[in-house]
């Protein structure tokens, strides 16, 4: 969707809006981390990402990459920078032809800073002068395909010596634009009196203030100096004092971003871009801070983040087995034909791709994981890990970065079930016709209400498994799955079709059953999480009591899945454990 249909909606609503900016990372490790802040970052209900090209296009792969995954994975709408920096046309036709391809559908045209090891910009061969001629180039060849932003400069260019040629050039060039998003400022009089003056030049166009909030002071310091930015004196005579404290900096700066926003929100300013630098905490607080609270059909239209891939516009039904790992099951389907929708039936591909196609890893170096995990050498070691990050005291597992909002309400009934050795990886609540606007389990559309069972997912050893087996017998509202790594599967499920764990009553529509538990699909994800098994043995040394630990857990354990379907019996499924 074109960001500009997105802003009319909400200044038809009349409510903010908020958007966020990234940039490539330089290594894999700084890439996948990205995309698991960015997916977490969805539930700000930014109304659109943008991420940066680089200069010269050297980082033009992985940008389209980013934009991409964003697009497809997280469900974010997307915008990608394209500049004019060493840029020959044949690369530009290149950049703008897989965008399309990807259904990215927004650009933020620039003519980008000199590149690497320059301090003169030149045009190239073949390539653009001024970003206005990559905006028409851009209309030429796409006509109004794509929605393109340009950028504004309410201190002016710091290479243009005539201010006001460089107003003119700014007038001409957003007359042929959709939207406009400034560099960033410290001093809302002078951005609010040049937006006065580009609306009096004719301009009609929505303009975003640029948001940085100062996140170190040095960095602060030769941000500012070099694109020749306004510091007002009090905000350097706030900095001065703490300057080498970074804590007290960066409460500083989610003040001043809080008092900038409330002063530009009183003008009339309705939407706000910030640039992250890749960085959550601050924009989270600020957001908090100025009480503003994406709506609910906005911030999580599913349980899950809806992809905006266009094959998969309409998909509505996913395994929870993938709950945490979003990007491997997008990746492991995005050859099937067609995406349930409605329901999980026959639409679908019988095939899940083969994890060789894909690569299961970490998400941490071995050096950082061993300062997470440390070097376990018994099993009781292994149950305090996992009980610990239930407890919130632990960054991360292999198979999760974070608890779900939702499971924050069961965490210590889940620590409970890991410190007796059942290893959860994925787990939700049970829920009975909460409204649907509810902060921490409501979905979808408003004035409706949700449900969902009881689910927990965990490793299991042989011996501890038969005896909760014998178990679960006593109750008929359970259903269960459990499978070794060498595929041996045990169920008391008697029909092939999936179970619907959780589902949605909204006003006008059918009921909407996104999350479902199904054989065939547990039969797919088992090999991912055995497989994550095995990297974290890999950390160690090869016969190493952490290595022959982990693997011999991998290798003899049984994953297991278990669902109360009765979803008004709260606390049933934990009583199994006891």
Not at 315 to 323: N, Y
Request: glycine fraction near 8%; proline fraction near 6%; charged fraction near 25%.
């Amino acid at each position: 969707m074109k960001i500009t249909k997105k802003i009319e909606k909400a200044i038809a609503e009349d409510r903010c809006f908020w958007s966020f900016e990234y940039f490539p990372p330089k290594t894999e490790t700084g890439v996948i981390n990205l995309f698991d802040r960015m997916e977490r970052m969805y539930t700000l209900g930014p109304e659109f990402v943008d991420v940066t090209w680089g200069a010269g296009g050297a980082q033009s792969e992985l940008t389209l990459q980013i934009c991409t995954t964003a697009q497809s994975v997280a469900g974010l709408e997307t915008c990608m920078h394209l500049t004019c920096t060493n840029m020959p046309r044949e690369k530009i036709d290149w950049a703008l032809k897989n965008a399309k391809e990807a259904g990215i559908q927004n650009i933020l045209a620039l003519r980008g800073d000199p590149p690497h090891g320059h301090s003169d910009w030149k045009k190239i061969d073949t390539g653009f002068a001024y970003a206005i001629d990559l905006v028409k180039y851009i209309r030429e060849q796409y006509g109004d395909y794509f929605c393109i932003g340009v950028a504004g400069y309410p201190e002016n260019h710091i290479e243009n010596p005539d201010p006001e040629a460089d107003f003119r050039h700014f007038v001409e060039k957003a007359k042929l634009a959709d939207y406009c998003v400034t560099q960033l400022f410290y001093d809302c009089d002078l951005y609010l009196e040049w937006v006065n003056r580009v609306r009096a030049a004719g301009v009609t166009i929505p303009i975003l203030p640029g948001i940085m909030p100062i996140q170190m002071y040095g960095g602060f310091k030769r941000m500012t100096t070099l694109s020749k930015t306004h510091v007002p004196p009090e905000v350097d005579a706030a900095l001065e004092p703490i300057k080498d404290d970074d804590k007290a900096v960066k409460e500083y700066g989610v003040k001043l971003a809080i008092e900038m926003c409330n002063k530009l929100r009183a003008a009339g300013q309705k939407g706000f871009h910030f640039y992250c630098m890749n960085l959550e905490k601050s924009v989270r607080l600020i957001l908090e801070g100025l009480g503003f609270v994406a709506p609910i059909e906005v911030a999580k239209p599913l349980p899950w983040n809806p992809s905006l891939a266009k094959n998969r516009e309409k998909e509505s039904v996913r395994p929870i087995f993938w709950r945490n790992r979003t990007r491997s099951y997008v990746l492991r389907t995005e050859s099937w034909d067609d995406y349930p929708n409605g329901r999980w039936g026959d639409s679908r591909s019988p095939a899940y791709g083969d994890l060789d196609g894909y690569g299961v890893s970490l998400k941490f170096t071995p050096e950082e994981a061993i300062k997470v995990w440390g070097a376990p050498k018994s099993l009781p070691e292994i149950y305090r890990l996992f009980a610990e990050f239930c407890k919130g005291n632990l960054a991360a597992l292999p198979w999760s970065d974070n608890m779900a909002p939702e499971s924050e309400t069961i965490k210590n009934p889940l620590a409970d079930v890991n410190s007796k050795g059942f290893l959860t990886i994925n787990s939700q609540p049970a829920v009975d016709g909460v409204i649907s606007s509810d902060p921490k389990y409501g979905w979808g559309p408003k004035n409706g209400f949700v449900y969902q069972k009881a689910y927990i997912e965990f490793f299991v050893s042989p011996e501890a498994l038969d005896k909760l087996i014998k178990k679960l017998g006593a109750n008929p509202y359970i259903t269960y799955y459990a499978v070794n790594k060498q595929g041996d599967l045990k169920t008391n499920v008697q029909a092939e079709g999936p179970n619907a764990v959780t589902w949605g009553v909204f006003p006008g529509q059918e009921i909407v059953q996104p999350t479902v538990v199904d054989g065939t699909s547990f039969m797919a994800w088992k090999d991912e999480a055995f497989e994550l098994w095995n990297q974290w043995a890999r950390i160690y040394p090869a016969n190493s009591e952490s290595t022959k630990l982990i693997q011999g857990i991998s290798d003899t354990w049984f994953l297991m899945n278990v669902v109360n379907n009765n979803y008004r019996d709260a606390q049933a499924i934990f009583e199994l454990f006891n």
